[in-house]
């Protein structure tokens, strides 16, 4: 099983800020399959960014995926304050199926 | 646009078997390309993939819940199902339906519903 560590456990920032995190994978994903997922309170989480650096249908730009082998980050460009969430990474490239234990995101 | 809802009872004993339906609406359960799965979310705590299925039935699990999972899906009804057997308190959370890639990316999930194991 691939284990996912994603650091830090939460980042505090302002609007208009750059916020970058990582997730960090226990051996090397098959094909770079990662994802990275947003989840606000009391809502599903909503997928962001397939493949480590595609983003979803209907993602703005601001939210970017990099890395590769066991090194994947996240970066939102511009925090707007609907970014404010918590943020999880997930690994697809074998089974099973694993995520990070998260990602905060608060506001400062 | 697809849609996924998950219904189910929101209390169960412990011991007992919690059993979970997801209603695709909005399009086809039969589809080639993806699978549907479960993925569960313990109040406060991060997110943990239980089992997929595709529509002919292939499926594929997580092994540290494999001994008390049964996943299944029915075209007929355009619905999925989960059950989970011999519950405790520690299987309380949310549960997701999701609607996954062939690869294993969830690209749309149900709304959740909150299942509690107690007596």
């Known amino acids: 099983e691939i284990v996912l560590t994603q650091s830090p456990g939460t980042l505090s920032l302002s609007p208009g800020e750059r916020a970058s995190f990582s997730c960090r994978a226990s051996?090397?994903?098959?094909?770079?399959?990662v994802a990275w997922y947003q989840q606000k309170p009391g809502q599903a989480p909503r997928l962001l960014i397939y493949g480590a650096f595609s983003r979803a249908a209907g993602i703005p730009d601001r939210f970017s995926g990099s890395g590769s082998g066991t090194d994947f980050t996240l970066t939102i460009t511009r925090l707007e304050p609907d970014d404010f969430a918590v943020y999880y990474c997930?690994?697809?490239?074998?089974?099973?199926?694993?995520f990070g234990g998260g990602t905060k995101v608060e506001l400062k | 646009q697809l849609q996924l809802q998950e219904s189910g009872p929101g209390l169960v004993k412990p011991s007992e078997t919690l059993s979970l339906t997801c209603t695709v609406s909005s399009g086809s359960i039969s589809r080639d390309t993806n699978y549907w799965g479960w993925v569960r979310q313990p109040p406060g705590k991060g997110l943990e993939w239980i089992a997929n299925?595709?529509?002919?039935?292939?499926?594929y699990d997580n092994p540290s819940l494999r001994s008390r999972v049964t996943i299944s899906v029915d075209t007929s009804k355009n619905q999925f199902f989960l059950s989970l057997s011999s519950v405790t308190a520690a299987d309380t959370a949310v549960y997701y339906c999701?609607?996954?890639?062939?690869?294993?990316?969830?690209?749309?999930w149900g709304q959740g519903t909150l299942v509690t194991v107690s007596s």
């Open positions: 299925i595709h529509y002919s039935g292939r499926m």
């Open positions: 999701v609607l996954f890639s062939r690869e294993g990316r969830g690209d749309l």
């Open positions: 997930q690994q697809y490239g074998s089974s099973p199926l694993t």
């Open positions: 051996q090397s994903v098959g094909a770079n399959y």
